[in-house]
């Protein structure tokens, strides 16, 4: 199949029309399941293999089979001319299979190994185009990250055995509810978080998220914004009784300040796709602080119910939002996509222009998912933006401003990339050249975008996915409706005006310069920091550790007794002297070598 | 006292006969060498996946497949016992799949004195099937010897650079490890009173007059020291990335998949049943430098350039986990430790494997003179990115190496918090040398020195030939992750029933 592309695409995509029809058949024709089968017992602890099917599942697992299937669709026509598509259609299957037994994990071991395994199908995705140097180092670059955050999550979930004897979620869940074993520390619930800060992108292992843009557009939109990166909300919302009100505290900070600070680094972008990943990492930010207001509203309200709440308000609004994102955004990529399509790999925004005429359909479809994005009222990022924001006014005065704030951000970035991209005259040949592309690719686009403008009404939803979206919904109309349509609506208006004003129709240049905008395009110097300290520090002590493993172990001890004895001697000698110069002469010494080496 | 032949028996002995028959086949033109060789190495395979099919101990935990013959040397209290039990089991089973992977790919090597290269193979899987296969203390040593020495021979004669200085550093280093456990294991002789070498009556006589304080302490530590050089504890390490880098592909195999598991074996199944106190007195020791593996180790392979080198020091690397799995003194660890031993040994069996391959394409080892191969070899490519996520642990083709890991981790939680926190940074390093090896080698442009090399070579993709030996390796791999309970369950049978583990358990299973 590696040799004969049309085959491999037929089977993938085949694939992932079976996943969707069986998905359809879990969610409507089947209730609420768990099935588990012992894999391998180690001593007194029993790992097992199993799904577990509750209401969290089901909307998750709609989400990554309808859009996986409209993607892999997509992709029959992006990909038509590739030499290597066949790669491309198995790798986006072996993430389809990950992502669905991630989904559908019931322990936590089970979920780390699906886990780990939709990580290496990114990589593998990310990396596609293997003779682009810059596409090998975003795809290790994008695996490490995800294993330092894996690191807290390995060890959380060791916590978690010592803590339960168990990693069955259910198990788990009826200990905590039964009051056996309380929860006494936040360090669980925080070192599984770790593990969505590496997946989800948030602060500060979200560096690898924009990066990963290198890979093929479709891939950018399944992956790497509609689901994957959203597991790491997913596993929030599975371990959602193992946190402690520190720990929520904790996840809605780093939550709202990712919203915040992606925010304002996607103003200064001008790749049309790094615009749209740095928009992605604000709204898991924004999911991430929907899943911690939640719970500590939950916590307030009933401490003792909290844990057995299969759904917390948090959860919904989390899981809300993460379903019209992922609607809304796949459209956006998919969009971003078509257009990159059509100017033949132009990526730079100002390079655009005028593409308003030239790819109507694709222009409708991008504007009424940058319109729901942005929270256009009675569009679908409208009510699940409503739901967080009303959490938050309940909860946290501050954080409802600064995710205010968030809004009118996204609204800003917005507009400018629409206005840039679409109206005004095109500023390349090839943006010139551009055309709209067949239906294999805009009928994805109209699918999507019709679910984007309706994903908000929780009646559009089949029963067997509602609850969490009517209960998203109810939280979007409660109480605080009013205040929070009017900072929603009003964070619309300005940032929209605002962006109208400043941006010029098809702009060649960006308008701002100087040192502060200089920050945004730089992304606050997250890339510098990491890059100087793998290049000068991690690589040093590595090489300064080898140099020793050389000199000190390979040349002296092995090249004879002699000379270790005589090196001992000298440094018995000149060490004890008690000659406080003969100190300063070895700490210099030493000093010298550490230099010639790390310098 | 003398029991009917198993086929223990045969799987030591095939190969051994093989080997003789070899020599003389070498007379009659390569493809007798060849087909006397791989059958050599196929049929002690065939009859470990029989054991492994119908293992059914007596007494669970026990040993099956048991038989004892006199040697002549009752006196000393030394026969021909051999068996498997749960822990043996797996190893043995590897020992055979690595020995065919690796004799399938020296048969078709251009080595020169092909026969005498098998002879020396052949010779060393014969030890290696022993070593697995004793009960008698005596000859789980005398079988190591006999796979050690052709290792030092075929380094010497048919290594690579430097192979003189690497078989004469493996000669000094091993020889010494060696040494220092068989005087430990002779002080347990000694001092048991029980006048046997045979691991089971040793232990009922432990476990009735267990050692004095100041005797064990000494007697573990000859015993943690001597296999410590052998497993390479850091820093006594320093031979095995120089041995593996000089050593030819299927020594290494060999050496780096099965040989160096004997120390981390003898720890497991003699040297802490009979001596129980050993780990506590030596605990501080065994901890700081398995750390010493796993980061200081760690950071030196990511400072390699040479890919057989960093493919040395990532295996010495690991073998810091199964030091820490066996600290913790406990099933998990333990049974953690051991499904580590199997996974690795069968992945760095492959990757060595598959970095002779990478030579021969690139006429090199030096990395950073490789570049772009997936184009010209997309297979072997594939193959390479498998054997190492294996090596990483990533679920999925190191599933397998992943539960090893896994049940080592969960163990050191209840162990000592601190020791796992520092432990589990290895899955980040690892993780960073890992790909940057698959960048350089398989990704980006070609650098200047390949295209060089292939205006005088063609690349091709793998051959069959070629691709036989690393299925069988990556097929075995899988199987095990993904039926994990085909070792482990016997494995914590085993375990179960050695006190000094389950009694760890059951104290730190009380904790909640």
New interface residues.
């Given amino acids: 199949m590696?040799r004969n592309g049309a085959l491999a695409s037929g089977v993938s995509v085949g694939a992932a029309a079976l996943i969707l029809a069986t998905a359809g058949h879990i969610i409507f024709r089947l209730e609420n399941f768990e099935f588990s089968s012992?894999?391998?017992?180690?001593?007194?602890?029993s790992l097992d293999f199993g799904f577990l099917v509750d209401d969290l599942a089901k909307l998750m697992l709609f989400v990554v089979a309808f859009v996986g299937f409209l993607v892999h669709v997509f992709s029959l026509g992006y990909m038509k001319e590739d030499p290597n598509k066949a790669r491309f259609f198995g790798g986006l299957s072996i993430f389809m299979f990950s992502m669905l037994g991630l989904v559908m994990a019931n322990s936590l071991?089970t979920l780390?190994?699906?886990w780990?395994?939709v990580g290496?199908s990114s990589?593998m995705l990310i990396?596609f185009y293997?003779?682009k140097?810059s596409?090998?180092?975003a795809?290790?670059k994008a695996?490490?990250a995800n294993?330092?955050g894996?690191?807290g999550f390995?060890?959380g979930?060791?916590?978690a055995?010592?803590?339960?004897?168990t990693v069955s979620l259910t198990e788990m869940r009826e200990l905590v509810v039964s009051g056996e074993?309380v929860v006494g520390t936040a360090a669980l619930g925080l070192l599984l978080f770790c593990g969505t800060v590496g997946k989800s992108g948030q602060i500060p292992l979200h560096v690898w998220l924009p990066d990963a843009m290198e890979g093929p557009t479709p891939v950018s939109a399944l992956i790497h914004a509609a689901t994957m990166v959203a597991a790491g909300v997913f596993l929030l919302c599975r371990t959602g009784f193992l946190m402690t009100a520190d720990a929520l505290n904790v996840i809605m900070w780093v939550g709202v300040a990712t919203a915040i600070y992606a925010g304002l680094t996607a103003i200064a972008q001008r790749d049309i796709k790094k615009i749209l990943a740095y928009s992605t990492v604000s709204q898991l930010g924004y999911m991430v602080a929907a899943f911690g207001l939640g719970s500590l509203v939950a916590l307030k309200d009933n401490p003792g119910d909290a844990a057995s709440a299969v759904v917390t308000g948090g959860v919904a609004a989390a899981m809300f939002h993460l379903t019209t994102h992922a609607f809304f955004k796949a459209l956006l990529f998919l969009g971003s996509g078509s257009i990159i399509h059509a100017c033949h790999h132009e990526q730079d925004i100002f390079k655009m222009g005028g593409l308003m005429k030239k790819m109507p359909v694709t222009f409708a479809c991008f504007t009424l998912g940058l319109a729901a994005l942005v929270g256009t009222p009675y569009l679908s990022g409208y009510f699940s933006k409503d739901a967080i924001l009303a959490l938050a006014v309940e909860e946290n005065m501050t954080v409802f401003y600064l995710l205010v704030f968030g809004a009118f951000l996204t609204t800003f970035y917005m507009v400018r990339l629409w206005k840039i991209v679409f109206l005004g005259k095109a500023n390349s040949e090839n943006a010139k050249h551009a055309h709209e592309n067949g239906l294999v690719m805009t009928v994805p686009l109209m699918l999507l975008a019709a679910l984007a403008v309706l994903g908000g009404y929780a009646g559009i939803y089949p029963e067997a996915m509602a609850p969490l979206v009517d209960m998203g919904d109810a939280i979007a109309h409660g109480e605080h409706h009013g205040t929070v349509m009017v900072h929603g609506i009003g964070a619309w208006i300005v940032g929209l005006a605002l962006a109208w004003v400043v941006y010029g129709a098809g702009a060649k240049e960006d308008r701002f310069g100087g040192p502060a905008y200089a920050v945004l395009q730089k992304k606050f110097f997250f890339d510098e920091v990491y890059d100087f300290y793998i290049a000068k520090i991690?690589?040093r002590?590595?090489?300064t550790?080898?140099f020793f493993?050389q000199i000190a172990?390979?040349g002296l001890?092995?090249r004879g007794a002699a000379g270790v004895a005589g090196l001992i001697g000298i440094g018995l000698k000149s060490l004890h002297v008690g000659s406080l110069h003969q100190y300063v002469y070895w700490f210099i010494a030493g000093l010298a070598i550490f230099w010639f080496i790390a310098g | 006292m003398n029991d009917s032949v198993s086929l223990l028996h045969f799987a030591i002995a095939i190969p051994l006969l093989a080997a003789f028959a070899t020599l003389w086949a070498g007379k009659l033109g390569r493809p007798a060498v060849q087909i006397v060789s791989v059958t050599g190495f196929a049929l002690p395979t065939l009859l470990a996946i029989f054991a492994w099919v119908s293992y059914n101990p007596e007494v669970a935990g026990g040993y099956d497949f048991v038989t004892r013959h006199n040697t002549g040397l009752e006196a000393v209290g030394i026969s021909l016992h051999l068996g498997l039990n749960g822990v043996a089991l797996p190893l043995f089973v590897m020992a055979a799949v690595v020995g065919l992977a690796a004799g399938l790919y020296a048969a078709q090597s251009k080595a020169e004195n092909l026969s005498r290269y098998l002879f020396c193979l052949l010779v060393m899987q014969s030890g290696l099937m022993g070593v697995f296969a004793s009960i008698d203390v005596f000859f789980f040593y005398f079988f190591h010897e006999l796979a050690l020495i052709p290792t030092f021979v075929m380094v010497g004669v048919w290594g690579g650079r430097e192979r003189s200085y690497a078989a004469m550093?493996m000669t000094?280093?091993l020889t010494l490890g060696a040494m220092l456990s068989l005087a430990g294991l002779i002080a347990l002789y000694v001092k048991s009173g029980a006048e046997s070498f045979d691991l089971i009556t040793l232990k009922a006589h432990l476990a009735a007059a267990p050692l004095s304080d100041t005797v064990s302490t000494y007697a573990f530590g000859l015993l943690l020291f001597g296999f410590g050089i052998l497993v390479s504890l850091w820093?006594l390490h320093?031979w095995a990335p120089?041995g593996y880098g000089a050593a030819p592909s299927s020594a290494a195999m060999l050496h780096a998949g099965v040989l160096k598991k004997f120390g981390l074996y003898g720890l497991i199944q003699i040297a802490v049943p009979l001596i129980p106190g050993g780990v506590g007195q030596w605990e501080g020791w065994i901890i700081w430098l398995a750390l010493g593996n796993v980061v200081?180790v760690g950071?030196?392979t990511?400072?390699?350039r040479d890919l057989k080198q960093m493919l040395g020091y990532s295996s010495v690397m690991h073998m810091g986990y199964a030091f820490l799995g066996i600290a913790a003194m406990?099933?998990?660890g333990v049974?953690?430790a051991v499904i580590m031993m199997v996974a690795h040994g069968l992945t760095v069996a492959l990757l060595f494997m598959l970095s002779t391959m990478i030579h021969h394409r690139t006429q090199t080892f030096e990395m950073e003179e490789m570049g772009?191969l997936?184009?010209k070899a997309?297979v072997l490519s594939a193959f390479f990115v498998c054997g190492m996520?294996a090596s990483i642990a990533?679920?999925?083709p190191g599933?397998a190496n992943?539960?090893g890991e896994?049940?080592i981790?969960?163990s050191?939680?209840?162990f000592k918090?601190w020791v796992?926190?520092v432990a589990?940074?290895g899955?980040?390093i690892s993780?960073?040398y890992a790909?940057?090896a698959i960048?350089r080698v398989?990704?980006?442009?070609e650098s200047e020195d390949f295209q060089e090399v292939q205006k005088e070579h063609t690349v091709i993709d793998m051959t069959w030939a070629e691709r036989v030996p690393a299925l069988i390796l990556i097929i075995v791999l899988f199987f095990i992750g993904f039926f994990?309970?085909t070792i482990?369950?016997s494995l914590?049978d085993a375990?179960?029933s050695e006190p000094v583990y389950a009694t760890t358990?059951a104290e730190q299973?009380g904790s909640?």
């Avoid at chain 2, 398989?442 to 442009?445: C, L, P, R, V, W």
Wanted: glycine share 8%; hydrophobic share 55%.
């Fill in positions: 590696r012992n894999w391998i017992q180690l001593g007194p602890l071991v780390f190994i699906f780990e395994l290496f990589y990396g293997l003779d140097p596409a090998a180092a795809s290790k695996f490490i294993r330092v894996d690191f390995l060890i979930i060791a916590m055995i010592g803590l339960f004897g074993v991690q690589q002590v590595a090489l550790l080898h493993e172990l390979s001890i092995i | 550093k000094i280093y820093p320093t120089l200081i950071l030196v990511m400072a390699q406990s099933v998990i049974s953690g772009g997936s184009k997309p996520m990533l679920p999925g599933l992943f539960w896994f049940g981790f969960v050191l939680w209840q918090p796992l926190c589990a940074t899955i980040i993780a960073i790909l940057r960048a398989f990704f980006g442009t994990p309970k482990s369950s914590n375990l179960e358990e299973g909640h």
